[in-house]
T-cell receptor
Framework: DSGVTQTPKHLITATGQRVTLRCSPRSGDLSVYWYQQSLDQGLQFLIQYYNGEERAKGNILERFSAQQFPDLHSELNLSSLELGDSALYFC??????????FGPGTRLTVL | AQSVSQHNHHVILSEAASLELGCNYSYGGTVNLFWYVQYPGQHLQLLLKYFSGDPLVKGIKGFEAEFIKSKFSFNLRKPSVQWSDTAEYFCAAARNSGYSTLTFGKGTMLLVSP
């Protein structure tokens, strides 16, 4: 157990819908990262927040957005969902710049 | 552009065989290097990391990796694998500067047969 929690574990929804994934970082970690893992693209960095502010952006679609709240938990919002958005979404947190601890992931299935 | 490549997508070994998984990176400047493991149905766990110093890094569960700067490589090794090592292994790199983001390789699925 890494100390990073993610909810829900599984999410099944339809195309065109919007979902919110939640991540609670390890106690004391200020940085939160979101990753998407799919069979064809592998593990891709989406976005990073540090103490409530966006720090870095990766291959995140415009339909996706994220935020980090004052209690440091983070949410990833995915809208206008397409079949290709089906993937595992991981959250990670870190206290130092170099070691990230990953959560168990949310498996999103878009039908 | 920064990239990490893993040579093998799938590796099948028998128990007690030796393991070497290749990883090459393409980065400007100094990099930090990592190997993560993902057991079936579980989250990614850090196996080992290299920031600086001794290029031979020892991690958990008997794994080690060697950083060879001239070859831009960071290969993962284990002298004798066990059935419980069946998992997907990811090499990752990040710039050695502040809160740098990780770039992952595509992963290598290791299947160890008993």
């Amino acid at each position: 157990d890494s100390g990073v929690t993610q909810t829900p574990k599984h999410l099944i929804t339809a195309t065109g819908q919007r979902v919110t994934l939640r991540c609670s970082p390890r106690s004391g970690d200020l940085s939160v990262y979101w990753y998407q893992q799919s069979l064809d693209q592998g593990l891709q960095f989406l976005i990073q927040y540090y103490n409530g502010e966006e720090r870095a952006k990766g291959n995140i679609l415009e339909r996706f957005s994220a935020q980090q709240f004052p209690d440091l938990h983070s949410e990833l919002n995915l809208s206008s969902l397409e079949l290709g958005d089906s993937a595992l979404y991981f959250c990670a947190s870190s206290v130092d710049p170099d070691t990230q601890y990953f959560g168990p992931g949310t498996r999103l299935t878009v039908l | 552009a920064q990239s990490v490549s893993q040579h093998n997508h799938h590796v099948i070994l028998s128990e007690a065989a030796s393991l070497e998984l290749g990883c090459n990176y393409s980065y400007g400047g100094t990099v930090n290097l990592f190997w993560y493991v993902q057991y079936p149905g579980q989250h990614l766990q850090l196996l080992l990391k290299y920031f600086s110093g001794d290029p031979l890094v020892k991690g958990i569960k008997g794994f080690e990796a060697e950083f060879i700067k001239s070859k831009f490589s960071f290969n993962l090794r284990k002298p004798s694998v066990q059935w419980s090592d069946t998992a997907e292994y990811f090499c990752a790199a990040a710039r050695n500067s502040g809160y740098s983001t990780l770039t992952f390789g595509k992963g290598t699925m290791l299947l160890v047969s008993p």
